[in-house]
């Protein structure tokens, strides 16, 4: 049973499966936990299935419920039911009230409940589960750079399952807070989006064909920086149009692919669109400053009569789906953020061309890397296919003065 993960869906979504692997060497069901706002945890409110398919899971032969049915199965039974709870941290704890429980090569395992941690709503909505806080038991390895020591991992992971291994409980309850992969990955191991959203991104995907995907993601980056980084994004999309023959495709026999002039320009950003003045769109993203605004513009301006993009088309996700016939799936306004992250990804993944931005103009993200590596992935083994019309993995943008 997840309590709460401590990353974003990017990355989360890998930490699902790893305790998912746990589950499967304890011979214990995983409970998949709800999501929303690109967070996993017990107060979210989205099912799993609502954002995933489950077959990754069934293929590895992880034994694996709802939410909803868990909820069901502790409502149900004719005794309550008993749980533990299990915090695996990586900051370091500094808590009087913690009692040493164990301590190994690699991690150190305490008794008790570190003020860190959040209510997770866990017995809001399980009233009848026997969860005794006092009981929690606390996991931190002993080194912060364990993910790169020969060994460590490995050894973390038997700590973890030893622990978990001496529960009689019916229900283990986990806080993960772990950044990197304890158990072993299996190769080639992808968690797919639902078939709801992978259908609507294609749809989005022809719709604006042929186009130019660009991920901009401006939370960390200097403010000072904005106005040259959406210049430098204007001579980019420039860059491609005028390829031609000066480029080829990923290598292959040189074939040449050129831009059409009227190809529209797909913008994922972080930055709110809609709404200048509200909230930018990724919950870790706090302050959108004046010189924000004044790059939003200056893109803006170079699509309009006698800008430098004159003829091309700029759009967003919020403009696709007010334009689709989506509204028996979805609004833009129904959706919550990390759903938007995830169609713009699909949506992405299709493009004809994708940019992304360089350190100096956009922070460096895994959802970034997720597009390039799927991007990567069609290219090899997709190449003749239809459904993709793939021209470059990635190419990038940084400054360019004004």
Not at 30 to 40: A, E, G, H, N, T
Request: hydrophobic share 40%.
């Amino acid at each position: 049973m997840r309590r709460r993960i401590g990353e974003q869906e990017s990355k989360a979504i890998q930490h699902v499966f790893q305790l998912g692997l746990l589950a499967h060497k304890l011979n214990r069901t995983l409970v998949l936990p709800p999501m929303w706002k690109s967070r996993f945890g017990t107060c979210y409110r989205n099912p799993f299935e609502f954002y995933y398919q489950e077959e990754a899971f069934r293929y590895h032969d992880i034994p694996f419920i709802s939410f909803e049915a868990f909820q069901e199965w502790t409502s149900q039974r004719a005794t309550r039911p008993t749980g533990r709870a299990f915090h695996i941290l990586s900051p370091a704890i500094s808590d009087n009230e913690l009692t040493t429980l164990q301590l190994t090569n690699y991690s150190a395992a305490f008794y008790g409940t570190p003020k860190l941690l959040r209510n997770t709503c866990l017995l809001e909505k399980t009233p009848r589960l026997q969860l005794d806080e006092s009981l929690s038991t606390i996991i931190q390895p002993f080194d912060p750079k364990w993910y790169i020591k020969p060994g460590a991992a490995l050894g973390l992971s038997h700590d973890i399952i030893a622990l978990f291994a001496k529960e009689s409980r019916e229900v283990l309850t986990v806080t993960w807070e772990l950044r990197y992969p304890v158990l072993p990955v299996p190769p080639g191991l992808h968690v797919e989006y639902s078939l709801r959203w992978i259908d609507l991104a294609q749809v989005i995907a022809s719709s604006i064909s042929p186009f130019i995907a660009v991920h901009w993601r401006m939370e960390t980056v200097p403010v000072e920086h904005m106005p040259a980084c959406a210049s430098g994004l204007v001579s980019s999309i420039q860059s491609l149009e005028h390829a031609g023959s000066s480029r080829t495709s990923h290598g292959a026999d040189k074939i040449v692919f050129e831009i059409s002039p009227a190809a529209t320009v797909y913008l994922a950003t972080d930055y709110p669109l809609r709404s200048p003045g509200a909230l930018a769109h990724s919950g870790t993203f706090k302050h959108v400053s004046e010189l924000h605004h004044v790059a939003m513009r200056l893109l803006e301006a170079a699509f309009k009569d006698g800008g430098p993009l004159f003829g091309h088309k700029l759009t967003s996700l919020a403009d696709e789906l007010g334009r689709q016939d989506s509204g028996s799936l979805i609004s833009y306004d129904e959706s919550d953020p990390g759903l938007r992250a995830i169609l713009d990804k699909l949506v992405a993944i299709r493009a004809d061309w994708f940019l992304g931005g360089m350190k100096d103009c956009s922070r460096q993200s895994s959802f970034t890397d997720q597009i390039i590596s799927t991007r990567s992935r069609v290219i090899q083994e997709h190449e003749q296919q239809k459904y993709y019309s793939l021209k470059n993995i990635v190419d990038y943008f940084s400054r360019v003065e004004l």
